[in-house]
């Protein structure tokens, strides 16, 4: 089993960044991807942007040029900086781990609300 402990989300301005942590417990985390997907009122879940143990990521055209995804394996923590933050960034935020780059894992966090105010 994996636990997925989420932190960093908040209210910010349009134009504003923040840094969401989320960090990984359990078995066979080191192997897989991690990341993130969100979820706005009203909208399917959708891929943020996703990293593997050796650096590859992969990321929704959407957030590409403002948010950048990092992973430090010896902590199993996964880091996504958002910067040039829109209001239609706004959403539920949830880590993800367990799957591929192409694949969403079955282990989730409790999701971090992220708010931009225009």
């Known amino acids: 089993q994996v636990q997925l402990v989420e932190s960093g989300g908040g209210l910010v301005q349009a134009g504003g960044s923040l840094r969401l942590s989320c960090a990984a417990s359990?078995?066979?985390?080191?192997?897989?991807?991690m990341g993130w997907y969100r979820q706005a009122p009203g909208k399917q879940r959708e891929l943020v942007a996703l990293?593997?143990?050796?650096?590859?990521?992969n990321y929704a055209e959407s957030v590409k040029g403002r948010f950048t995804i990092s992973r430090d394996n010896a902590k199993n923590t996964v880091y996504l900086q958002m910067n040039s933050l829109k209001s239609e960034d706004t959403a539920v935020f949830y880590c993800?781990?367990?799957?591929?780059?192409?694949?969403?894992?079955?282990?989730w966090g409790q999701g971090t609300q992220v708010t931009v105010s225009s």
């Open positions: 993800n781990a367990g799957g591929t780059l192409l694949l969403r894992g079955p282990y």
């Open positions: 359990g078995s066979r985390v080191s192997i897989n991807a």
């Open positions: 990293i593997t143990p050796s650096g590859s990521t």
